[in-house]
């Protein structure tokens, strides 16, 4: 199962409740809940599994960018040195060489700045699931733990209610 099928599962065994009479609190299988939940702490891993995973990529994307940039350079001053016999030769090799160079550098700023938007956008992406299944679980066991509250406070005082009763 989802985690978000899970958490439809703990929805609906709320609004399928038993509802105490004259209130409208609802009664509700602990057991139930509590094997749901379990299901859920079981499903969350995959998720942050999935981040490390993007933060590896992430890292393997720009090792592999700085590799190109760097093989690049390289290329570039191999050119120069084999250039280097002439003055002529020698004068638009520098040139080229500052020129590929910064080509080099900016390329490798632009792929490195695209691969950190990218796993940046991952990383939101999965941030945001991850902060939408813990608000929606705390808030459907905050939920029911409150009408069981409910319940047994209603339970209690009508216990008492009958033992004045009785005097």
Same mark, same amino acid.
Not at 9 to 29: H, M
Not at 78 to 96: F, G, L, P, S, W
């Given at each position: 199962?989802?985690?978000?099928?899970?958490?439809e599962?703990?929805?609906?065994?709320?609004?399928?409740s038993?509802?105490?009479?004259f209130?409208?609190?609802?009664? *509700?299988?602990k057991?139930?809940?509590?094997?749901i939940?379990k299901?859920?702490r079981?499903?969350?891993p995959?998720e942050?599994?999935q981040?490390k995973w *993007?933060?590896?990529?992430?890292?393997?994307i720009? *090792?592999?960018?700085?590799k190109?940039a760097?093989?690049?350079?390289?290329?570039?001053? &191999?050119?120069?040195?084999?250039m280097v016999?002439?003055?002529?030769?020698?004068?638009?090799?520098?040139?080229?060489k500052?020129?590929?160079?910064e080509?080099?550098n900016?390329?490798?700023?632009?792929?490195?700045?695209?691969?950190?938007?990218?796993?940046?956008s991952?990383?939101?992406?999965t941030?945001? *699931?991850?902060?939408e299944?813990l &608000?929606?679980?705390?808030? &459907?066991?905050s939920e029911?733990l &409150?009408l069981?509250?409910?319940?047994?406070?209603?339970t209690i005082?009508?216990?008492?209610?009958?033992?004045k009763e009785?005097?």
């Amino acid at each position: 199962m989802e985690i978000f099928t899970l958490l439809e599962t703990l929805e609906e065994l709320l609004e399928n409740s038993k509802r105490l009479p004259f209130t409208s609190k609802g009664i *509700v299988d602990k057991e139930e809940m509590l094997d749901i939940i379990k299901e859920i702490r079981l499903k969350l891993p995959d998720e942050l599994k999935q981040a490390k995973w *993007v933060k590896e990529e992430r890292q393997r994307i720009l *090792v592999e960018a700085q590799k190109e940039a760097d093989g690049i350079v390289k290329e570039a001053e &191999n050119r120069i040195i084999a250039m280097v016999d002439e003055h002529e030769i020698t004068r638009k090799a520098y040139d080229q060489k500052t020129e590929i160079i910064e080509t080099a550098n900016e390329m490798s700023r632009e792929i490195s700045k695209g691969t950190k938007e990218y796993a940046d956008s991952l990383l939101a992406n999965t941030e945001e *699931v991850l902060n939408e299944t813990l &608000n929606k679980l705390g808030t &459907n066991m905050s939920e029911a733990l &409150n009408l069981m509250q409910i319940s047994l406070e209603d339970t209690i005082k009508t216990i008492q209610n009958s033992r004045k009763e009785l005097k």
